[in-house]
Structures are given as C-alpha cells and as structure tokens.
C-alpha cells in the first residue's frame, strides 16, 4: 500500500518546481457556463447548472488500398452536441434569458410560440383548411446579424494555480428541449435538459 500512495504522491504531487498545482487532477464539479446572445452585450452567466456535456470531436476517416496495404486518411473533423441540464427556479432563468428570447428570434415574425391565437387574415383559430388561410406561426427567416441567436457558449474548467480550462462554442442552435416529468413520489427539483449543436469548437488552457 505504502508503495501505491507513494507513486500516486510522486505522479500527481509537487513535481513543478514554482508550481504546486501542475498536476492535480481536475474535478468535474469546478466549472462555469456563460451564454452570449445576439439581444445581450455581456454574456449570461448561468449558476443553477446540473451538468453539462461537452461536445464529442470526431474524424472523418477514410480507408484506402496501396498495393494491398491499408491506409487511413482523414477527411474533416466533426463536432457533437453540447447537452446542458438547467434547474428550473423560480425566476424562470431559463425560459425568461434562453429559451423565450430564442423562440421569438425564430419563430412567428418575433412573436414566438408564446403569441399564438390568431392568424393574419382570419379571425377562427383553428380554420386551417380555408384556401385563405395565412400565418406567421411557422419558421421566420431572420437577418443576417440575428442569424445566430445564441453565437457563443463558453464553459470555464477551474483550476487551483489558474491553469484553467476554457471551451468556446460557436454559432450554436437548440436541436431539443427536454421537460422534466412531474412526480407526487419524487422531491427533486425540476430541470431542463438542452441540447445546443455548434458549429465550431475551441479548447485552450487559460493561463
């Protein structure tokens, strides 16, 4: 046992002569998620996290015959999905800063889902089978400067020795929102679970 505490002390200890941090293992729990959106000039900072999921990076690859050798080449990287799972507070943090903002950029000429009731020329809600029916419920093509509701997400990796982590997000689009499920048995706290697709990532150390 002596043998084993000593190499984990000799691997992860004070190696780093100026540096009694150098290499600490970092912990999951010490992170920070801010959110740039194209409607606020500094970013929102979100404390009431669950967890998050940074994206998968794969390779596209491709398998080639020279003279009966194999040989792999590689095509493009390719970036997942970030999965964050907020709580759902009082203040409706969430819905008022995120996801409201975002479905108004988007859909129903600025209005949202939130606006639904009547349509341009018809006063009967649900008369969609009238060869006059028009609506702006649908899908609104915006401008190009709003194209991106949500253009940054950034997630901070803490660290002691500020040798922290950052991952940058770019161009990211809300593919799904998951609803918590409400139970009489169960005193958890409710929660949404997103999932954004970027469409470029960065990971550097911050110093």
């Given at each position: 046992m002596?043998i084993?505490?000593?190499?984990a002390?000799r691997?992860?200890?004070?190696?780093?002569?100026g540096?009694?941090?150098f290499?600490?293992p970092?912990?999951?729990y010490n992170?920070?998620?801010?959110i740039?959106?194209?409607k606020d000039?500094?970013?929102i900072v979100?404390e009431?996290?669950?967890?998050v999921?940074?994206?998968?990076?794969?390779?596209?690859?491709?398998?080639?015959?020279q003279?009966n050798?194999?040989?792999v080449?590689q095509t493009?990287i390719?970036?997942?999905t970030?999965?964050?799972i907020f709580?759902?507070t009082?203040?409706?943090?969430f819905?008022?800063?995120?996801?409201t903002p975002?479905?108004?950029n988007y859909?129903?000429?600025?209005?949202?889902i939130?606006a639904?009731?009547t349509?341009?020329?018809?006063t009967?809600v649900?008369?969609?089978?009238v060869?006059?029916?028009?609506?702006r419920?649908?899908?609104t093509?915006?401008?190009t400067?709003n194209?991106?509701?949500?253009?940054?997400?950034?997630?901070y990796q803490?660290?002691?020795?500020?040798n922290g982590r950052?991952?940058?997000?770019?161009n990211?689009?809300?593919?799904n929102v998951?609803?918590?499920?409400?139970?009489?048995?169960?005193?958890s706290p409710c929660?949404f679970t997103v999932t954004?697709?970027?469409?470029r990532v960065?990971?550097?150390?911050k110093q």
């Amino acid at each position: 046992m002596s043998i084993l505490v000593n190499n984990a002390g000799r691997i992860y200890g004070s190696m780093e002569p100026g540096d009694s941090f150098f290499r600490v293992p970092r912990h999951k729990y010490n992170f920070q998620m801010a959110i740039i959106t194209v409607k606020d000039s500094s970013s929102i900072v979100f404390e009431t996290i669950r967890s998050v999921t940074l994206p998968d990076i794969t390779f596209d690859t491709q398998i080639l015959n020279q003279y009966n050798n194999k040989r792999v080449t590689q095509t493009k990287i390719n970036y997942g999905t970030c999965s964050v799972i907020f709580i759902d507070t009082n203040d409706n943090a969430f819905m008022n800063k995120i996801f409201t903002p975002y479905i108004r950029n988007y859909y129903h000429a600025g209005q949202g889902i939130d606006a639904l009731g009547t349509s341009d020329n018809s006063t009967q809600v649900n008369e969609t089978i009238v060869p006059s029916f028009q609506s702006r419920q649908g899908y609104t093509p915006t401008s190009t400067e709003n194209r991106y509701f949500l253009p940054e997400i950034l997630v901070y990796q803490f660290h002691p020795g500020e040798n922290g982590r950052q991952t940058r997000m770019f161009n990211n689009i809300i593919t799904n929102v998951s609803v918590d499920v409400l139970d009489y048995s169960d005193s958890s706290p409710c929660q949404f679970t997103v999932t954004f697709q970027p469409e470029r990532v960065e990971m550097f150390n911050k110093q």
